[in-house]
């Protein structure tokens, strides 16, 4: 009753309207502090990428083209003090990459043992160990990357992930480490294999110009439906003549109308 009483009174108006423009004005400023200390975080983040970057190209140089290993590039203690902190690492496993998808041969060679010898591969097994999809993306690309094979069994293992990002990159990963080998695994995957996560698999076997195929008839043997549509994809777009054979007893014995309308149409395309 006495706030019901307080209420028609209309004497709380005031006080209320008060301290709502105060609180109004309270949190726009604090709001404002927020905004102009990240973007000042920001403005000194790329200003040290900026100074890191020339110091790590002069580093990776001298590693591709002088034969310096790390073992003489960790005496430098001005180096040792930056390789210390967690954003440096970071930039520089990035120029690493960067690096390392334009160059082939011995100066690749040479990018990976040092991507060893630094103790960076230690930091991408942390980040395929983290709890965060996007992290765990990051150390699968990495490692991948570097063609660290050790690191196949773990990176397959997310390809079970729900998350369809963490799924994709950790297939294609597997595919660039071990080729089929990277989607036998897939036949015993109850999950759906759906039309995106299909096409980037068959991508990630163009682009990384898969030699040995050996293998992928066994997506045909599976109980999951999807990935006999997969394999059946992946003869087709790769003109796997030497699967015929395979895609032939499927045709005849498919599980359902579906894949054997699939099947008749991909023996009819290798055949013609």
């Known amino acids: 009753m006495n706030l019901w ?26 709001f404002y502090l927020i905004i102009v200390g990240s973007r000042n975080r920001n403005i000194k983040r790329e200003k040290r990428r900026l100074e890191y970057d020339v110091l790590i190209e002069k580093v990776l140089s001298s590693v591709i083209f002088q034969d310096v290993l790390y073992s003489e590039i960790k005496k430098d203690k001005n180096f040792l003090v930056l390789f210390d902190t967690n954003f440096f690492r970071e930039v520089l496993t990035e120029t690493l990459i960067n690096l390392h998808k334009n160059y082939e041969g011995v100066y690749a060679q040479k990018l990976e043992q040092f991507y060893k010898d630094s103790g960076l591969i230690k930091d991408s097994f942390k980040k395929l160990k983290n709890f965060k999809w996007e992290i765990k993306c990051k150390g699968i690309t990495e490692l991948a990357e570097f063609n660290i094979k050790e690191a196949f069994n773990q990176i397959i ?40 996560t299909q096409v980037n698999i068959i991508s990630a076997f163009k682009k990384h110009d898969i030699g040995d195929t050996k293998g992928v008839e066994l997506l045909l043997e599976s109980q999951n439906t999807t990935v006999v549509s997969l394999g059946l994809k992946l003869i087709k777009e790769l003109k796997l003549t030497q699967k015929v054979p395979f895609v032939a007893e499927l045709s005849t014995n498919a599980p359902n109308a579906t894949i054997k309308y699939e099947a008749q149409s991909v023996l009819q395309a290798l055949t013609v």
């Open 157 to 196: 293992a997310c390809a079970k992930a729900r998350n369809k990002t963490l799924k994709i990159t950790a297939i294609n990963a597997g595919i660039k480490l071990e080729g089929t080998k990277g989607i036998v695994h897939l036949t015993e995957h109850d999950d759906i294999i759906d039309e995106w």
């Open 5 to 30: 009483e307080l209420y028609k009174s209309g004497e709380w108006e005031i006080p209320f309207l008060t301290f709502s423009i105060y609180l109004f004005v309270l949190a726009s400023f604090v």
